[in-house]
């Protein structure tokens, strides 16, 4: 099993995916794995979502992990489903410690100093910086690195193609998450390989 740091050095874009019709994850997972990302992060925001996941986990070369999951009942349920990796939108020491004894890689979601230094006594020093745009952006997460130098960052929340590069070229952020990559209804697969193609090349040099 991968580590967190080595899943979110993998791809510069982990696609954060909300999807109704579990007929539909398959052909997503082929086209995004096709176009170069294989870290995806299905979140537990629908009902087909569990279904989903299970889909996803047959797909040769997808690394399909859960998100939006906010205790250990959840985690649990969607390691069940095959769920390689967990994301959650905060930081508890409930889920911290179900994470820990299950030894499932663990993204939780930090807004503020105080988050970044729970996450630390628990022996995180990767986070999901969320929701990153509404939490003060770019010059919000230069002022957090400074005294936490060793923590690195996947910011999610109002990332888009337009600003996902700018997010990338700073030295704490080992990647981005990011729902643009597909769009809502059924998948034009040929669409999604594009975008992921694009997203999979913002890494900076």
């Given at each position: 099993m991968q580590t967190i740091d080595a899943l979110?050095?993998?791809?510069p874009v982990i696609p954060v995916l909300v999807i109704e019709d579990a007929a539909h994850a398959e052909p997503i997972a082929r086209?995004?794995?096709?176009?170069?990302l294989t870290a995806l992060e299905?979140?537990?925001r629908t009902p087909a979502a569990l279904d989903v996941i299970r889909a996803m986990s047959r797909v040769e070369g997808a690394v399909v992990g859960a998100g939006t999951v906010l205790n250990a009942r959840d985690l649990d349920a969607a390691m069940e489903a095959g769920a390689r990796f967990i994301v959650s939108p905060g930081l508890t020491d409930p889920l911290t410690r179900a994470a820990a004894d299950r030894g499932v890689p663990y993204l939780p979601g930090v807004a503020n100093a105080a988050d970044i230094m729970r996450g630390l006594d628990h022996g995180l020093d990767r986070f999901k910086f969320f929701p990153a745009e509404a939490a003060g952006g770019i010059k919000a997460l230069k002022a957090l690195a400074g005294p936490f130098g060793k923590v690195r960052f996947c910011p999610t929340?109002?990332?888009?193609?337009?600003?996902?590069?700018?997010?990338?070229?700073?030295?704490p952020v080992l990647c981005v998450g990011g729902s643009w990559v597909v769009?809502?209804?059924?998948?034009?697969?040929?669409a999604i390989r594009t975008a992921a193609e694009a997203a999979s090349r913002l890494r900076p040099s």
């Open positions: 979110m050095r993998s791809v086209a995004l794995v096709a176009g170069g299905v979140t537990l929340g109002g990332i888009s193609e337009a600003n996902a590069a700018d997010w990338l070229a700073l030295d769009k809502p209804g059924a998948p034009d697969v040929g």
